[in-house]
């Protein structure tokens, strides 16, 4: 299925700036505007931005904590009200680009993203830094699809994989490399920096877009709002994640944990049922028909699930195990952060020869080993052998992160490029959201069921069923529950007690995330090449 393109840019009647119909057809580009490589820095560089984020602000949180005098519970606000907003408005954000054009819907989430993040710098209270980070939230969800939209109108099939291979390069390098920034900041800046440095990238973006981006359309782009169809997929989205981000503290056997994973269910069976009697529908549901992007949407949950809830527990393993610095846990992960950047533009090649199948699989396979040798990680572990499982895991992940993508924008058509890419996006946010609430359940249960009894058998005192209650929550994120004033012959054995807990936990946690990527491998088979990746390109001069 071929689509053709029309161009609106920015409203502007110039002839240099419109696109033929026919996207066989390329005509040459005009200057820089719609040069398909300098599109993608354009795009890469607002998209670090949002990435970055989602990782930079964890090394931020006691910084911020200690300033502004938040409890636990408020400091967690900062990442989940960013998350919940993102996830829950991702796939209509890519509406909005489908219906207005990517090139608008990016230049404002950038706008919006950097204006955000300079706000939250200069907020004097938890309350307003929770509500900024949710309108980073928003915004980012604008810009991930309208990238992903831009890149598809702009680059030819055989181009796409490459380009595709390059943006997961610069969202898994800024994913891996945001504990190592954010460490330096913090440490000779200030918490605030971490925010502060999004507003010139955010700025460099916004200039780039302006002169470089071209506002690619489909003739048969949406010309109406699903609203219903927004509220119930928004309704649904936001019960889902809010369980997932709940359930640790209300418990998984809890009724409102339930009652919220049961409203979710409910209002995707509605919003399903009324998108086949609107007559433009949020997201036609025929897309679903296509084995391919399901399997595609499928496998970006699982890779998901995999890689964020395992790297959750590492960085606990690094920084309160092995005691090292926020700086030194990110060096650790270069290995990984540069595997994916060496990895994705070379996948993108691969893909473009031999097809997604293959590479698909193939590192969904080399994830599942990466994630069972990190399974097998102590408290002795020395950094070459931490850095093989970690090279290997970004090895892995790198063509998972191209292909999928892939295969979800390359098999919707033009006309919907914006929504397949919120559906990629939503699927990556739904799975770190299920792999953290999912593993750390895991991890939470080997820590409970285990403590007593390694306690026990040490010879330490024994404690009340407050105190133990007190101590497994400290053991699963690594920290030894030394009361203050203890002998240091007593310390000792606590803390070995609470390392070798939470290593047997983090070991249980890895190998189910391997569970899951050997379930990745087999949904990887059900994929293929993009249908619809011809019906981009239509400008030529690559």
Same mark, same amino acid.
């Given at each position: $299925?071929?689509?053709?393109?029309? %161009?609106?840019?920015?409203?502007?009647?110039?002839?240099?700036?419109?696109?033929?119909?026919?996207?066989?057809?390329?005509?040459?580009?005009?200057?820089?505007?719609?040069?398909?490589?300098?599109?993608?820095?354009?795009?890469?560089?607002?998209?670090?931005?949002?990435?970055?984020?989602?990782?930079?602000?964890?090394?931020?949180?006691?910084?911020?904590?200690?300033?502004?005098?938040?409890?636990?519970?408020?400091?967690?606000?900062?990442?989940?009200?960013?998350?919940?907003?993102?996830?829950?408005?991702?796939?209509?954000?890519?509406?909005?680009?489908?219906?207005?054009?990517?090139?608008?819907?990016?230049?404002?989430?950038?706008?919006?993203?950097?204006?955000?993040?300079?706000?939250?710098?200069?907020?004097?209270?938890?309350?307003?830094?929770?509500?900024?980070?949710?309108?980073?939230?928003?915004?980012?969800?604008?810009?991930?699809?309208?990238?992903?939209?831009?890149?598809?109108?702009?680059? =030819?099939?055989?181009?796409?994989?490459?380009? %595709?291979?390059?943006?997961?390069?610069?969202?898994?390098?800024?994913?891996?490399?945001?504990?190592? !920034?954010?460490?330096?900041?913090?440490?000779?800046?200030?918490?605030?920096?971490?925010?502060?440095?999004?507003?010139?990238?955010?700025?460099?973006?916004?200039?780039?877009?302006?002169?470089?981006?071209?506002?690619?359309?489909?003739?048969?782009?949406? *010309?109406?709002?699903?609203?219903?169809?927004?509220?119930?997929?928004?309704?649904? $989205?936001?019960?889902?994640?809010?369980?997932?981000?709940?359930?640790?503290?209300?418990?998984?056997?809890?009724?409102?944990?339930?009652?919220?994973?049961?409203?979710?269910? #409910? !209002?995707?069976? !509605?919003?399903?049922?009324?998108?086949?009697?609107?007559?433009?529908?949020?997201?036609?549901?025929?897309?679903? *028909?296509?084995?391919?992007?399901?399997?595609?949407?499928?496998?970006?949950?699982?890779?998901?699930?995999?890689?964020?809830?395992?790297?959750?527990?590492?960085?606990?393993?690094?920084?309160?195990?092995?005691? /090292?610095?926020?700086?030194?846990?990110?060096?650790?992960?270069?290995?990984?952060?540069?595997?994916?950047?060496?990895?994705?533009?070379?996948?993108?090649? /691969?893909?473009?020869?031999?097809?997604? *199948?293959?590479?698909? @699989?193939?590192?969904?396979?080399?994830?599942?080993?990466?994630?069972?040798? /990190?399974?097998?990680?102590?408290?002795?572990?020395?950094?070459?052998?931490?850095?093989?499982?970690?090279?290997?895991?970004?090895?892995?992940?790198?063509?998972? /992160?191209?292909?999928?993508?892939?295969?979800?924008?390359?098999?919707?058509?033009?006309? #919907?490029?914006?929504?397949?890419?919120?559906?990629?996006?939503?699927?990556?946010?739904?799975?770190?959201?299920?792999?953290? @609430?999912?593993?750390?359940?895991?991890?939470?249960?080997?820590?409970?069921?285990?403590?007593?009894?390694?306690?026990?058998?040490?010879?330490?005192?024994?404690?009340?069923?407050?105190?133990?209650?007190?101590?497994?929550?400290?053991?699963?994120?690594?920290?030894? =529950?030394?009361?203050?004033?203890?002998?240091?012959?007593?310390?000792?054995?606590?803390?070995?007690?609470?390392?070798?807990?939470?290593?047997?936990?983090?070991?249980?946690?890895?190998?189910?995330?391997?569970?899951?990527? %050997?379930?990745?491998?087999?949904?990887?088979?059900?994929?293929? *090449?993009?249908?619809?990746?011809?019906?981009?390109?239509?400008?030529?001069?690559?």
């Amino acid at each position: $299925m071929t689509s053709q393109t029309t %161009i609106d840019a920015a409203g502007s009647g110039d002839k240099a700036d419109r696109v033929p119909s026919d996207p066989s057809v390329q005509a040459p580009a005009a200057g820089l505007r719609g040069h398909p490589w300098l599109t993608l820095i354009t795009v890469a560089v607002g998209v670090m931005m949002v990435a970055l984020d989602g990782t930079i602000v964890a090394i931020a949180n006691p910084a911020i904590q200690k300033d502004l005098g938040a409890t636990f519970a408020q400091v967690q606000w900062i990442t989940n009200g960013y998350f919940l907003a993102l996830a829950v408005s991702l796939i209509t954000a890519g509406k909005l680009g489908d219906r207005f054009g990517h090139r608008q819907t990016f230049l404002i989430g950038v706008v919006g993203f950097a204006a955000a993040s300079g706000a939250i710098g200069l907020s004097d209270s938890i309350g307003l830094v929770v509500t900024f980070r949710v309108f980073q939230g928003l915004f980012g969800a604008l810009l991930m699809p309208a990238a992903l939209g831009l890149l598809r109108a702009t680059f =030819p099939a055989e181009k796409l994989n490459m380009a %595709i291979g390059i943006w997961g390069m610069v969202i898994g390098a800024s994913t891996a490399g945001g504990p190592i !920034l954010g460490g330096v900041l913090v440490e000779h800046v200030n918490w605030q920096s971490v925010f502060f440095i999004n507003v010139p990238v955010g700025i460099l973006a916004l200039v780039l877009g302006v002169l470089i981006l071209r506002d690619h359309r489909a003739e048969n782009a949406p *010309r109406s709002f699903d609203i219903p169809g927004i509220v119930l997929l928004s309704g649904a $989205m936001f019960c889902l994640v809010w369980a997932l981000i709940k359930a640790p503290e209300w418990g998984w056997g809890a009724g409102l944990t339930w009652a919220f994973i049961a409203g979710s269910v #409910l !209002l995707f069976g !509605l919003f399903s049922f009324w998108e086949t009697r609107v007559k433009e529908p949020l997201i036609p549901l025929g897309l679903f *028909r296509s084995i391919p992007l399901s399997a595609g949407v499928v496998l970006m949950v699982l890779m998901a699930i995999a890689f964020m809830g395992g790297l959750f527990f590492v960085t606990f393993y690094l920084q309160n195990v092995h005691g /090292m610095s926020p700086i030194d846990a990110g060096l650790h992960l270069l290995p990984l952060t540069g595997m994916m950047i060496v990895g994705s533009p070379l996948a993108g090649a /691969m893909i473009t020869k031999l097809g997604p *199948r293959i590479p698909l @699989a193939g590192g969904m396979a080399a994830t599942a080993i990466a994630m069972y040798g /990190m399974s097998t990680l102590d408290t002795d572990t020395g950094s070459a052998v931490m850095s093989i499982w970690f090279a290997l895991l970004g090895l892995g992940l790198a063509p998972v /992160m191209v292909g999928a993508t892939e295969v979800i924008v390359g098999n919707a058509p033009m006309e #919907l490029s914006g929504v397949a890419g919120g559906l990629q996006q939503a699927g990556m946010q739904i799975g770190g959201s299920l792999g953290t @609430a999912v593993l750390g359940a895991v991890m939470a249960s080997k820590v409970d069921s285990a403590l007593p009894g390694n306690w026990t058998d040490a010879g330490l005192p024994k404690l009340s069923s407050e105190q133990l209650a007190q101590a497994s929550e400290a053991v699963q994120v690594g920290v030894a =529950p030394v009361p203050e004033g203890t002998p240091a012959a007593v310390a000792g054995k606590i803390t070995a007690v609470a390392h070798d807990t939470f290593i047997s936990g983090m070991s249980l946690a890895s190998l189910v995330a391997a569970g899951v990527a %050997i379930v990745a491998v087999l949904v990887a088979f059900l994929t293929k *090449r993009g249908e619809n990746a011809e019906a981009g390109a239509g400008v030529g001069h690559i």
